[in-house]
């Protein structure tokens, strides 16, 4: 008994046995799940209009479960959302969406979520409200991180689904009577920022399905991030482009200048300053997630500055290295030949060793600093969630 239940802990540890209490319980297991994003040919896309039957699809979980209308067939109404991650409208109304399932679920309303997004579509540049992208892996952590309540469901590799119900932008409801015909699609509510609404008008819509009348306002206009279709390649290309041809240069710094860039002053920005040198194995791997961060937040109120340790004889390699990482930032390198300057100048909280990383508010305040390699995640959460930052508008 003992070994029959620990094999059945195992199986459910990994997402074969066990059904968690928010999924349909009918829902299609998947060992094992592998995105691939496509590319996707250009069209026009029509959103689905009311009246017509709910598209069928086939996609898998954050659960590692594949789904279809067949999983929730027993529901009097079925409202499909989507949704994705890195938008700031659609994480505004993440908690109002989980609200609604909580609210709706015991009136028989069945709630899925869809995330429209090709990988593939997606610019470093418009994750600036997050701290995930749009990919397989990212929509499980934010599952994990708000603790959804409804499947979240991805659509990323063809987005096959999605082209059949035709989301113009995250987050768009469609709400679907029993006998699956459209009966609203549109916004949750007129309200963006969080704590001013609560989904009045997919409740409104909702509760005349339930009452088997019509809807008053059938469609209403939707507002968020555009759906990042898969033809929509060349703006990536081009953004990556524009990035690579930027000036790259070096500038040296002396202990009075570290301090003078650790006090942050005259700055509405927070500052993420890294120490590294050419010869640090963990900073050469590393260095070009910074280079990520500045791409993601640097339009908002954030800058990366980057200081080499190496030897001022060295400037050239350094600057070579610089470019080949496509280091469009603020650059510097300690130009005084006594290392122990450079620590005793950033200060007690750096034991010296390489790589330090510290995250600055104006004024010199210390937000974070690590010492050794950073966990990238955990940093953009740091710096998405600072108040001068956030992940709504």
Same mark, same amino acid.
């Given at each position: 008994m003992k070994t029959i239940t620990f094999f059945a802990l195992?199986?459910?540890?990994?997402?074969? *046995?066990?059904q968690s209490p928010s999924q349909p319980a009918n829902a299609t297991s998947a060992a094992v799940f592998v995105a691939n994003p496509q590319p996707v040919p250009?069209?026009?896309?029509k959103t689905l209009e009311t009246g017509a039957a709910a598209p069928d699809f086939n996609l898998p979980g954050v659960d590692g479960k594949f789904y279809s209308l067949k999983d929730f067939k027993d529901a009097r109404a079925l409202v499909i959302v989507f949704t994705c991650n890195h938008c700031p409208t659609a994480q505004a109304y993440e908690d109002r969406i989980m609200a609604f399932t909580h609210d709706y679920k015991p009136k028989g309303v069945e709630v899925v979520a869809i995330s429209p997004n090709s990988p593939l579509g997606l610019l470093y540049e418009e994750l600036g409200y997050s701290d995930l992208n749009d990919d397989y892996k990212d929509m499980q952590r934010r *599952?994990?991180?708000?603790?959804?309540?409804?499947?979240?469901?991805?659509d990323g590799d063809t987005e096959t689904a999605s082209l059949q119900y035709g989301p113009a932008a995250t987050p768009q409801v469609f709400v679907f009577d029993q006998e699956r015909k459209l009966r609203y699609t549109g916004r949750l509510d007129r309200s963006e920022k969080p704590g001013t609404a609560n989904a009045d008008d997919l409740r409104a819509a909702t509760d005349a399905v339930l009452a088997g009348q019509a809807v008053k306002?059938?469609?209403?206009?939707?507002f968020g991030c555009s759906t990042k279709w898969g033809w929509k390649l060349d703006l990536r290309t081009k953004a990556d482009a524009d990035w690579a041809n930027k000036?790259?240069?070096?500038?040296?710094?002396? *202990? *009075?200048?570290i301090r003078s860039l650790l006090k942050n002053e005259g700055s509405d920005k927070l500052r993420l300053i890294n120490i590294w040198a050419t010869w640090c194995g963990p900073c050469v791997l590393e260095y070009p997630e910074?280079?990520?961060l500045q791409r993601m937040y640097g339009a908002r109120d954030f800058e990366f500055v980057s200081v080499s340790a190496d030897k001022a004889e060295k400037e050239a390699k350094v600057l070579e290295f610089l470019k080949s990482k496509q280091s469009a930032v603020t650059n510097y390198l300690f130009m005084e030949p006594d290392k122990y300057a450079l620590t005793e100048a950033i200060g007690k909280d750096w034991n010296g060793a390489l790589p330090y990383t510290v995250l600055?508010?104006?004024?010199?305040?210390?937000?974070?600093?690590?010492q050794g390699e950073v966990d990238f995640r955990a940093l953009k959460r740091v710096i998405v969630e600072h108040p001068l930052m956030g992940r709504v508008y």
């Amino acid at each position: 008994m003992k070994t029959i239940t620990f094999f059945a802990l195992l199986l459910c540890g990994i997402g074969w *046995a066990c059904q968690s209490p928010s999924q349909p319980a009918n829902a299609t297991s998947a060992a094992v799940f592998v995105a691939n994003p496509q590319p996707v040919p250009s069209q026009t896309v029509k959103t689905l209009e009311t009246g017509a039957a709910a598209p069928d699809f086939n996609l898998p979980g954050v659960d590692g479960k594949f789904y279809s209308l067949k999983d929730f067939k027993d529901a009097r109404a079925l409202v499909i959302v989507f949704t994705c991650n890195h938008c700031p409208t659609a994480q505004a109304y993440e908690d109002r969406i989980m609200a609604f399932t909580h609210d709706y679920k015991p009136k028989g309303v069945e709630v899925v979520a869809i995330s429209p997004n090709s990988p593939l579509g997606l610019l470093y540049e418009e994750l600036g409200y997050s701290d995930l992208n749009d990919d397989y892996k990212d929509m499980q952590r934010r *599952a994990e991180d708000k603790k959804f309540n409804f499947p979240y469901l991805y659509d990323g590799d063809t987005e096959t689904a999605s082209l059949q119900y035709g989301p113009a932008a995250t987050p768009q409801v469609f709400v679907f009577d029993q006998e699956r015909k459209l009966r609203y699609t549109g916004r949750l509510d007129r309200s963006e920022k969080p704590g001013t609404a609560n989904a009045d008008d997919l409740r409104a819509a909702t509760d005349a399905v339930l009452a088997g009348q019509a809807v008053k306002e059938p469609v209403t206009q939707t507002f968020g991030c555009s759906t990042k279709w898969g033809w929509k390649l060349d703006l990536r290309t081009k953004a990556d482009a524009d990035w690579a041809n930027k000036e790259v240069k070096v500038t040296g710094i002396d *202990a *009075a200048g570290i301090r003078s860039l650790l006090k942050n002053e005259g700055s509405d920005k927070l500052r993420l300053i890294n120490i590294w040198a050419t010869w640090c194995g963990p900073c050469v791997l590393e260095y070009p997630e910074f280079i990520v961060l500045q791409r993601m937040y640097g339009a908002r109120d954030f800058e990366f500055v980057s200081v080499s340790a190496d030897k001022a004889e060295k400037e050239a390699k350094v600057l070579e290295f610089l470019k080949s990482k496509q280091s469009a930032v603020t650059n510097y390198l300690f130009m005084e030949p006594d290392k122990y300057a450079l620590t005793e100048a950033i200060g007690k909280d750096w034991n010296g060793a390489l790589p330090y990383t510290v995250l600055l508010e104006p004024g010199g305040k210390v937000v974070w600093s690590h010492q050794g390699e950073v966990d990238f995640r955990a940093l953009k959460r740091v710096i998405v969630e600072h108040p001068l930052m956030g992940r709504v508008y």
